[in-house]
């Protein structure tokens, strides 16, 4: 018997606690057409703000291939300024920039992070100051040893791999 009465109080208590949604009023006429009125107004309300999220999705992509496209702009000199400005941060702030590299070797106070591309390699070098890896010098050289730097071939696939113009803090 007691199984019983714990089995419908635990019952109840699970019914007690779901939420309700917009009751439908069946007291008068009046109160039911109005009630059906608002869940009409809510469902044209949802419509909007779901159209209205989808135009901001649209916007947001058509900006981030405008921010794309500014970045494609960079040649190599300013690609190598570009990287100058960075020195100082701190090895996970570029590693927000540049993703994860191909290659990585430490060399006691030294990282080394090698990005290998078709046309080029691109080289991050930190030192570590205070426990902490500061980026502090890099090279760009051609991907085999005896071949030389395709200085346009490598700037488009650096501009396509990377974004540099952004600020990672």
Same mark, same amino acid.
């Given at each position: 018997?007691?199984?019983?009465?714990?089995?419908?109080?635990?019952?109840?208590?699970?019914?007690?606690?779901?939420?309700?949604?917009?009751?439908?009023?069946?007291?008068?006429?009046?109160?039911?057409?109005?009630?059906?009125?608002?869940?009409?107004?809510?469902?044209?309300?949802?419509?909007?703000?779901?159209?209205?999220?989808?135009?901001?999705?649209?916007?947001?992509?058509?900006?981030?291939? @405008?921010?794309?496209?500014?970045?494609?702009?960079?040649?190599?000199?300013?690609?190598?300024? @570009?990287?100058?400005?960075?020195?100082?941060?701190?090895?996970?702030?570029?590693?927000?920039?540049?993703?994860?590299?191909?290659?990585?070797?430490?060399?006691?106070?030294?990282?080394?992070?090698?990005?290998?591309?078709?046309?080029?390699?691109?080289?991050?070098?930190?030192?570590?100051?205070?426990?902490?890896?500061?980026?502090?010098?890099?090279?760009?050289?051609?991907?085999?040893?005896?071949?030389?730097?395709?200085?346009?071939?490598?700037?488009?696939?650096?501009?396509?791999?990377?974004?540099?113009?952004?600020?990672?803090?």
């Amino acid at each position: 018997m007691k199984k019983y009465l714990y089995f419908i109080l635990l019952f109840s208590l699970f019914i007690s606690g779901c939420a309700k949604h917009n009751a439908i009023d069946f007291s008068s006429s009046e109160a039911f057409f109005s009630s059906l009125n608002k869940k009409e107004i809510i469902k044209k309300e949802n419509k909007k703000i779901t159209i209205e999220k989808n135009n901001l999705r649209n916007n947001i992509k058509k900006t981030k291939k @405008q921010i794309v496209k500014k970045s494609f702009s960079l040649n190599l000199s300013s690609y190598e300024r @570009q990287l100058k400005e960075k020195f100082g941060f701190d090895e996970f702030t570029m590693l927000k920039i540049f993703d994860e590299p191909s290659l990585k070797i430490k060399h006691g106070k030294i990282k080394n992070f090698q990005f290998h591309l078709k046309f080029c390699h691109l080289d991050l070098f930190f030192l570590n100051e205070d426990e902490i890896y500061k980026f502090k010098h890099f090279a760009i050289r051609p991907s085999g040893m005896s071949s030389s730097l395709n200085k346009k071939k490598c700037v488009k696939e650096l501009n396509s791999r990377f974004i540099l113009i952004r600020d990672p803090r």
